[in-house]
């Protein structure tokens, strides 16, 4: 098998020291009795998952949280057999879906009847499938209202094959400056949470905290929290209390393959919608938006090259792009181009990029498709 690496100047460059440590700073921050659920969803926001699961477990983390079965299976046949939560809804009539989560051991977000009912069916009689009850307090999205929880709970309870495992809820804007409306969604959980006591029913796993709550809402940890974004030292707004120190645990690179000089009056790209102004030394990247490298950046953003800007000419094209780098003494064939990342003494992260796009840091790093390798890092070795 090739390794895909010496095919590719583009590469995605994960720095797993970087999570580790900010997994230990999470730990430091909500204290011994809180537990650390790693959300790594997504293929890890587009860090991979495998070695940023690994990598978070080792620095601490206790479980993971994933969004769909087949998510699960990948980390499974990896080799892990750690506690791992499926925070998406199970389609129930799906076979292949119900016996991943059966044959896995994983835990199942559950806020229906028909998701229950199935898995139980499956269950073997000796190993009963773990649920976690999502509760709608306010995201809207999916859960069970606070008022039907206890009602659920006993229908739950009449299930064969399911167990209880956890209780938890989502926030939908505690990563910004005003949080009366977390405040009241942690008023609410907690209230039911004593309800919940009170009536002799005992929920292992209690959770609230996403990257934010973890953040900015010290009452919201319970007994486990679910840091998604800031695994990986992006913060989720620029609103969020930054009580936590971050650093990006990922570099996006690519290096110039080719360099010409051109005349005034030169349209570059599909479209023409640049040409020259001056002559001209426009260098072609092999990165595009195929690679993730999203096209709007067209004539907005830059890249760093011998540390400094060069801005994108054209149209970024499905492969390649263009920069110029005219007034960057001694450019070669071969230099490095960041497009995410510090180089030298500036910086182009994933914020300013979101900026330029209308978006959120999380998009721009989902978004890097498979098709850029990523390559792991710890400390100054490749992991």
């Known amino acids: 098998m090739f390794d895909e690496r010496v095919f590719r100047d583009t590469r995605a460059l994960i720095h797993l020291d970087a ?49 769909y079965p087949q998510e699960v299976l990948e980390l499974r046949d990896a080799g892990s057999d750690e506690h791992i939560l499926v925070m998406g809804l199970l389609p129930f009539d ?48 999916i859960g069970i209202p ?36 977390t405040g009241g969604q942690i008023t609410v959980f907690t209230d039911l949470l004593q309800t919940i006591e009170g009536s002799g029913i005992h929920i292992p796993l209690r959770h609230m905290a996403n990257s934010a709550g973890v953040l900015a809402c010290g009452d919201s940890y319970v007994n486990m929290v679910r840091p998604g974004i800031i695994l990986y030292g992006l913060y989720p707004s620029h609103e ?15 290096a110039i393959r080719y360099l010409k000089r051109v005349p005034v009056g030169t ?13 001209s030394v426009i260098a072609t990247l ?9 096209r709007l950046l067209s004539n907005r953003g830059s890249v760093l090259v011998r540390g400094k800007r060069a801005p994108i000419v054209g149209r970024v094209c499905m492969d390649m792009t263009m920069i ?3 007034d960057i003494e001694g450019v070669a064939t071969g230099d490095e181009a960041v497009l995410i990342g510090k180089q030298g003494d500036d910086e182009i992260s994933a914020d300013e990029m979101a900026g330029l796009l209308g978006t959120i840091n999380y998009e721009v790093t989902c978004a890097i498709s498979k098709r850029v390798p990523r390559v792991y890092l710890d400390g100054e070795k490749e992991a």
Do not use: C, W
């Not at 092999?286 to 999203?294: F, K, L, M, R």
């Open 146 to 181: 606070p008022g039907d929880v206890l009602s659920y709970i006993e229908f739950l309870r009449t299930v064969p094959g399911i167990a209880i495992e956890g209780i938890f809820t989502h926030f939908p804007s505690a990563d910004e400056a005003d949080l009366s409306f």
């Open 267 to 279: 349209p570059i790209s599909y479209g023409r919608t640049f040409v020259t102004s001056r002559p």
């Open 324 to 326: 110029d780098v005219t």
């Open 240 to 254: 969020v209390e930054r009580s936590i120190p971050l650093t990006p645990a990922l570099r996006l690179v690519s």
């Open 19 to 67: 999570i580790k440590g900010v997994v230990r700073n999470i730990a430091a921050a909500v204290g011994d009795d809180v537990s650390v659920m790693a959300v790594v969803k997504a293929d890890a926001y587009g860090h991979g998952a495998v070695k940023v699961a690994r990598a978070a477990l080792a620095a601490g983390a206790s479980s993971l949280a994933v969004a």
């Open 286 to 294: 092999p990165v595009g938006y195929a690679d993730g490298y999203n």
């Open 94 to 141: 799906n076979p292949d879906a119900v016996d991943i989560i059966v044959k896995t051991g994983a835990a199942q977000t559950v806020a229906d009847v028909d998701a229950p009912r199935a898995l139980g069916a499956s269950a073997p009689a000796d190993r009963p499938v773990p649920v976690h009850i999502k509760v709608d307090t306010g995201m809207g999205r």
